[in-house]
């Protein structure tokens, strides 16, 4: 007899597989009340509604992606606005849901949830990367105000990468890649280590297949001859904390694939050297009896020296707790222990998400559902101060980094900071205006450069000065997201209040030359005549387009000119006098406001590296595209190519009559080789009371001329005269010159 096989329709088909899987997530839902459920019940309707007739890849339809990502948020014990947002977090992407339309439907809480999940793809951006960033900053800064955004996210996240297998192979690498170096991060970062571990092995696997596959087949043969060993281990352990009538449950665990590999790449291993491939968790009732555990596996097995860690005293910067220590087992094997409670397992395995799980199990909030408030508030002040989303993600990319150190303030307060950290970085880790003031550092009680990397357990001082402000040099070597947000921050503000005050200055001497004396404060011109001006030149206030002139990127000249313009046409009329005076002085001497170069700080006016210009030379101000004011000597063929190009670019700039400071000059000093002659140039030149900023050689050193290059500080051009013929009177000193660019 022929059985026959029933047909399903596939649209029923789809919509049975939906049904399943939404009563899978709802047999996960008994911690919720009858009302919330029922919440949840409608807003898969609503997205089961809006997803009609998408399909995934694999042919199931596309609603059970949602709600696998639900269930995910379901084990972590999430809120029902939390799993609604989870089951509708694709409608607004794919299904032309409108953020008004879940406002309306669900409230204003699930509606914010859903728009922080959403890409930016309506906006159009030059580059994918662009775009990328955007979408992570909205992402970011949704999560710093609500952290149910970010723990959505990686279940999403999660449930693409178990389905990868799916997709096309062409998308693997991008996808897995930016699992290993923003979601696993992240979810380290807020101690999520369940879901950090399973994104790594899963990115993993998919990013270096082959590599995958024969480490696994490694570590199942392994896992094959050492079972027996773990179970030992666990019996002999559990045996010797019953005897001191400690109450504890013992876990056996091995290493991830992604962690051996790393530490068989970093080290340069082969499997069969990878000793530490297992450990044991040991659970206790208290903190107490996490150290009684400890002194009574030191005494079962022989611990391995420089491998104990106490995260309990100080915990990791995700709030993790722990003691860790490995120890000599049977057979030679290194075993690593983990000694915590069960608060801090719960802590450990879910991290910001442990907040939900323990009001579910014990009632109320846990002591540190705040577990990673602070790191989630910088976020805030980053985007404050940085408006770029590139510059946004590479200031918080380095504080996802794994690795922290761990130092002291002079009063014995423990502060975390991510591997690398400097001496800044920890004072704008104290607060914004410690690091903006800072002048030096003692390191142990010791003064230190302020670049010095920190180390676990130093005594960092901070010395500060109420004059002193941030160094452009800082950005070069700080690690912090913190500290290179809040240096940019204020470089930006400084060079704008500079280029403003320049861009005044400039303005009111093309006005002078055109025979106006008119003052260019706000109230001495009527707001119309503003406004008519700003309309000519696009801007959006006076103060913006005076930057814009000091900066150069728009002419003095022309604003000028279209404003005398509009003054005529008000009636007023040029001074004779002053625009004879003016233009026929203008080559001569220096017009009234001209820009005088003392040498004080200041971000808006350079001195060019090609010429290195110093009090006493000839000089000119050349106004770059957006570059500011950049001066150069007179003679420079660099000035003079740039003069026969953009002629009307180029300002009058005169040396103040006591500059501030010294100046860099560049000097070529040719010298008989021998033995010391570096030694007698560098001895001379100090004498001189000067510094040295460079040295540089030519490398065929066998010659027996040679000719050495140094950029030195001196006061003015008496100064240099005097250095030089120091230098001359050295011995084996041939020749001494500054360096110049040859006129063309």
């Known amino acids: 007899m022929s059985s026959v096989t029933p047909t399903v329709d596939p649209p029923v088909a789809a919509a049975n597989a ?42 199931e339809p596309y609603i059970t992606h949602p709600i696998a990502v639900a269930a995910l948020c379901a084990e972590w014990k ?8 989870a089951l509708l977090h694709d409608t607004l992407e794919d299904c032309g849901v409108s953020k008004d339309d879940l406002l309306e439907q669900f409230g204003p809480q699930v509606a914010e949830l859903v728009d922080g999940l959403t890409k930016l793809d309506k906006l159009q951006f030059s580059t994918r990367e662009e775009g990328q960033a955007e979408s992570f900053r909205k992402m970011l800064l949704a999560m710093a105000r609500d952290v149910r955004v970010i723990l959505i996210k990686l279940a999403d996240r999660s449930h693409n990468m178990r389905t990868m297998g799916d997709m096309p192979r062409s998308k693997w690498g991008r996808i897995s890649t930016e699992t290993l170096e923003i979601y696993a991060p992240i979810a380290h970062r807020l101690g999520l280590n369940q879901t950090y571990r399973e994104l790594q092995d899963l990115a993993f696997r998919h990013l270096k297949p082959w590599r995958y596959a024969i480490l696994a087949k490694a ?30 449950r013992t876990i056996g665990r091995e290493k991830t694939l992604y962690s051996i590999y790393c530490k068989m790449d970093d080290k340069r291993l082969s499997f069969a050297q990878v000793n530490d491939l297992y450990g044991v968790r040991v659970i206790v009732p208290n ?8 002194g009574l596996l030191h005494q079962l097995y022989k611990p391995v020296p420089g491998r104990f860690k106490d995260y309990i005293a100080i915990p990791k910067l995700n709030g993790y707790q722990s003691l860790h220590t490995t120890l000599v087992g049977p057979a030679n094997v290194n075993i690593e222990f983990q000694i915590r409670t069960e608060s801090m397992d719960l802590v450990a395995e879910a991290g910001v998400a442990a907040h939900w799980l323990y009001k579910v199990n014990k009632g109320d909030g846990l002591a540190d559902a705040d577990l990673d408030t602070q790191w989630l508030q910088s976020l805030l002040d980053i985007q404050h101060e940085t408006r770029d989303a590139a510059e946004f993600w590479e200031h918080i990319r380095v504080d996802l980094a794994p690795d922290a150190v761990y130092v002291f303030t002079p009063k014995g307060q423990i502060m975390a900071m991510p591997q690398g950290a400097t001496t800044v970085d920890f004072a704008y880790a104290i607060h914004s205006n410690v690091g903006d ?28 000065a109420p004059v002193s402000s941030p160094n452009p040099a800082w950005l070069g070597f700080v690690r912090t997201g913190r500290a290179r947000s809040k240096i940019r921050h204020h470089l930006k503000s400084l060079a704008q209040d500079e280029s403003r005050t320049l861009g005044e200055k400039l303005l009111a ?29 696009g801007n959006r206030t006076r103060e913006e387009m005076l930057t814009d002139i000091g900066l150069g990127k728009r002419s003095a000249n022309m604003v000028a000119k279209r404003l005398v313009t509009m003054l005529t046409a008000q009636g007023v009329r040029p001074d004779a006098l002053m625009l004879t005076r003016e233009r026929y002085t203008a080559h001569e001497n220096l017009s009234q406001g001209a820009v005088i170069l003392d040498g004080a700080p200041n971000v808006s006016i350079k001195f060019a590296t090609c010429c290195r210009p110093i009090p006493g030379d000839g000089v000119v101000g050349y106004l770059g595209r957006g570059e500011g004011l950049v001066v150069h000597v007179d003679e420079c063929a ?42 007698r140039v560098t001895s ?30 001196v006061r003015d051009r008496t100064h240099l005269d005097a250095v030089l013929r120091g230098l001359m009177r050295t011995q084996s000193v041939l020749r001494a010159s500054r360096i110049l660019p040859t006129p063309s």
């Open 287 to 294: 903190t107490t009896s996490c150290y009684t555990a400890l």
């Open 219 to 248: 570590i199942n043969r392994a896992r094959q001859r050492r079972r027996d060993l773990i179970q030992t281990v666990q019996q002999q352990v559990q045996a010797v904390l019953s005897d001191a009538g400690l109450q504890a």
């Open 509 to 537: 001497q093309a006005l002078r030359a055109e025979g106006m004396n008119q003052s260019l404060a706000p109230d001495a011109m009527d707001t119309p005549l503003w406004e008519k001006l700003l309309h000519f030149t």
């Open 638 to 679: 660099v000035a003079r190519r740039l003069q026969h190009k953009d002629a009307e670019r180029f300002i009058t700039v005169s040396w103040a009559d006591e500059p501030l400071r010294s100046f860099e000059a560049g000097i070529l000093v040719t010298v008989v080789n021998g033995k010391g002659v570096l030694a």
């Open 78 to 85: 999430l809120d029902a606005p939390a799993l609604m947002a």
């Open 18 to 59: 939906a049904a399943a899987s939404f009563a899978a997530l709802e047999a996960k839902l008994d911690y919720l009340d009858a009302a919330d459920v029922e919440l949840i019940r409608q807003a898969y309707r609503f997205a089961d509604t809006a997803h009609l007739g998408q399909m995934r890849r694999n042919g």
């Open 437 to 464: 003031h800072t002048v030096s550092a003692k390191v142990n009680g010791e003064q230190v450069p302020l670049r010095t990397e920190l180390h676990n357990g130093d005594v960092i001082e901070i010395i500060t």
């Open 684 to 713: 001379a030149l100090a004498s001189s009371e000067t510094d040295i900023v460079h040295i540089g050689m030519a490398e065929e050193s066998a010659q027996e001329a040679l000719d050495l290059r140094f950029v030195i500080t």
